[in-house]
Nanobody, 118 residues
């Protein structure tokens, strides 16, 4: 499966952005999906994940209550709605896919830059 993330940009602290991850090449509903990010000087870290049918979601503690993950299997797209953004949310956001039922993050998109100014 090929993944392409988009929707990043520059936003002020407290603002919102919605990232999208478009999948192609395989049946999207066969894949569990996730978002990761890599901030400057840090390793890539898990942000959120969603099951193949959207029934199960999970969030890292630092985004709980602020970010919402979703997917539209008819559009082969996953989303990440990011609210109440903080400067520490700055980084490159990557989407990842794993063929169900696993969660091994085997496929990766190219990333989209999110910059939150204070």
């Amino acid at each position: 499966v090929q993944l392409q993330a988009c929707g990043g940009g520059l936003v002020q602290a407290g603002g919102s952005l919605t990232l999208s991850c478009a999948a192609s090449g395989r049946t999207f509903s066969d894949y569990n999906m996730a978002w990761f990010r890599q901030s400057p000087g840090k390793e890539r870290e898990f942000v959120s994940r969603i099951s193949w049918n959207g029934d199960t979601t999970y969030y890292a503690d630092f985004v709980k209550g602020r970010f919402i993950i979703s997917r539209d299997n008819a559009k082969n797209t996953m989303y990440l709605r990011m609210n109440s953004l903080k400067p520490e949310d700055t980084g490159v956001y990557y989407c990842s896919a794993t063929r169900k039922p696993r969660w091994t993050y085997d496929y990766w998109g190219q990333g989209t830059q999110v910059t939150v100014s204070s």
